[in-house]
Antibody
Framework: QVQLQESGPGLVKPSETLSLTCTVS????????WTWIRQPPGKGLEWIGY???????NYNPSLKSRVTISVDKSKNQFSLNLNSVTAADTAVYYC????????????WGQGTMVTVSS | EFVLTQSPATLSLSPGERATLTCRAS??????FAWYQQKPGQAPRLLIY???KRATGIPARFSGSGSGTDFTLTISSLEPEDFAVYYC??????????FGQGTKLEIK
């Protein structure tokens, strides 16, 4: 079955760029939307943005100026870059699949904790 | 700003009881409405999509209803594994996604 796995540094310094990759295994990245969602410790979920396999994107307006999501179909991966990070960006970051028919997130990675600290 | 407000924040019930969780949108929304369950240390799991359709593998004791601004998740008879945090989620007209703040369902 299709599985998602996040990877990337667990510690990022303030003002630097947070970079994460999600690898899709057991299925193709084509014909779906792929998204990033984060959850600060002890808090709720925040949608960051999505990318369609063709490369079109849509971002949370509150993060839009700092976010870039890209896709690499040859590697069956998509990535998140969040620049100018602060402690407020400390969170568990999840990648997830967004189903176009229902606009719900039906598959999730296990999540990766990213801490912003010097 | 589009906001989803869940109530109650915490719900204390016993196994076998019926749970009713609600989510209210700040403005009328379409039917692209979902519910998720999250257990400690785990990723959320999709329970309900399109307001009332159960996702694959979700037991029949979970049901969703609602339209407009008011949506409900009902668990007909609580099992021990149902105690978790539940989130509602909506796609806005501007193709952005919002989650409610969550309802913690705890054992009484």
């Amino acid at each position: 079955q299709v599985q998602l796995q996040e990877s990337g540094p667990g510690l990022v310094k303030p003002s630097e760029t947070l970079s994460l990759t999600c690898t899709v295994s057991g299925g193709s990245i084509s014909n779906y939307y792929w998204t990033w969602i984060r959850q600060p410790p002890g808090k709720g979920l925040e949608w960051i943005g999505y990318i369609y396999y063709t490369g079109s994107t849509n971002y949370n307006p509150s993060l839009k100026s700092r976010v870039t999501i890209s896709v690499d179909k040859s590697k069956n991966q998509f990535s998140l870059n969040l620049n100018s990070v602060t402690a407020a960006d400390t969170a568990v970051y999840y990648c997830a699949r967004l189903v176009g028919a229902s606009w719900a997130f039906d598959l999730w990675g296990q999540g990766t904790m990213v801490t912003v600290s010097s | 700003e589009f906001v989803l407000t869940q109530s109650p924040a915490t719900l204390s019930l016993s196994p076998g009881e019926r749970a009713t969780l609600t989510c209210r949108a700040s403005q009328s929304v379409n039917s692209y409405f979902a519910w998720y369950q999250q257990k400690p240390g785990q990723a959320p799991r999709l329970l309900i999509y399109d307001a009332s359709k159960r996702a694959t593998g979700i037991p029949a004791r979970f049901s969703g209803s609602g339209s407009g601004t008011d949506f409900t998740l009902t668990i007909s008879s609580l099992e021990p594994e149902d105690f978790a945090v539940y989130y509602c989620q909506q796609r806005s007209h501007w193709l952005t996604y919002t989650f409610g703040q969550g309802t913690k369902l705890e054992i009484k």
